[in-house]
T-cell receptor, first 114, second 110 residues
Framework: GAGVSQSPSNKVTEKGKDVELRCDPI?????LYWYRQSLGQGLEFLIY????????KSGLPSDRFSAERTGGSVSTLTIQRTQQEDSAVYLC????????????FGPGTRLLVL | DAKTTQPPSMDCAEGRAANLPCNHSTISGNEYVYWYRQIHSQGPQYIIH???NNETNEMASLIITEDRKSSTLILPHATLRDTAVYYCIVEQAAGNKLTFGGGTRVLVKP
């Protein structure tokens, strides 16, 4: 079946511009996560959506970052006024609505801020 | 504040078993041990997880010590496609906000 998809796969933008990154989770998965991975580094949690509950935004690095999930499916991560330090791979993952369930990751969006 | 410690790299011969160690001496009773791997330029891929019993699936085996302070991921017959960074993670089930550390970079050689 279809896995998690993300778009665009690559994004180059100029400092100060806004960007939107999209994630399509696996159908039926109610949990959705956004992570960031800088070059050669581990994963950094950003935000977590679970069903209709209020999202866990504890990992967002600044108020320039926001995310929404419409209709409990597709999610968009928005970075306003991008900075060079925002350059990273942004990964989305989804999992079914049960404890212990594993996360299935998308291929990521590679963001480069010039 | 790393919960796990892994060697930074290891080499393995193709066709041989790869044994990847992980120390998690501060693990609490309700925390699971998860293993993920990340092949170059791809998203992380789930491998296996366990609480206290040893686990086996089609990809690997997970051996957890009786005191749960360390574990070993075993790839029984490593192939070139197993070359990746392997991450050992300790997390509670609820929320599952994964935090990856440096992992072990495994290079499978012919």
């Amino acid at each position: 079946g279809a896995g998690v998809s993300q778009s665009p796969s690559n994004k180059v933008t100029e400092k100060g511009k806004d960007v939107e990154l999209r994630c399509d989770p696996i159908s039926g998965h109610t949990a959705l996560y956004w992570y960031r991975q800088s070059l050669g580094q581990g994963l950094e949690f950003l935000i977590y959506f679970q069903g209709n509950s209020a999202p866990d935004k504890s990992g967002l690095p600044s108020d320039r970052f926001s995310a929404e999930r419409t209709g409990g499916s597709v999610s968009t991560l928005t970075i306003q006024r991008t900075q060079q330090e925002d350059s990273a791979v942004y990964l989305c993952a989804s999992s079914p609505d049960r404890a212990q369930e594993t996360q299935y990751f998308g291929p990521g969006t590679r963001l480069l801020v010039l | 504040d790393a919960k796990t410690t892994q060697p930074p790299s290891m080499d393995c011969a193709e066709g041989r078993a790869a044994n990847l160690p992980c120390n998690h001496s501060t693990i609490s009773g309700n925390e699971y041990v998860y293993w993920y791997r990340q092949i170059h330029s791809q998203g992380p891929q789930y491998i296996i997880h366990g609480l206290k019993n040893n686990e086996t699936n089609e990809m690997a085996s997970l051996i957890i010590t009786e005191d749960r302070k360390s574990s070993t991921l075993i790839l029984p017959h490593a192939t070139l496609r197993d070359t990746a960074v392997y991450y050992c993670i300790v997390e509670q089930a609820a929320g599952n906000k994964l935090t990856f550390g440096g992992g072990t970079r495994v290079l499978v050689k012919p």
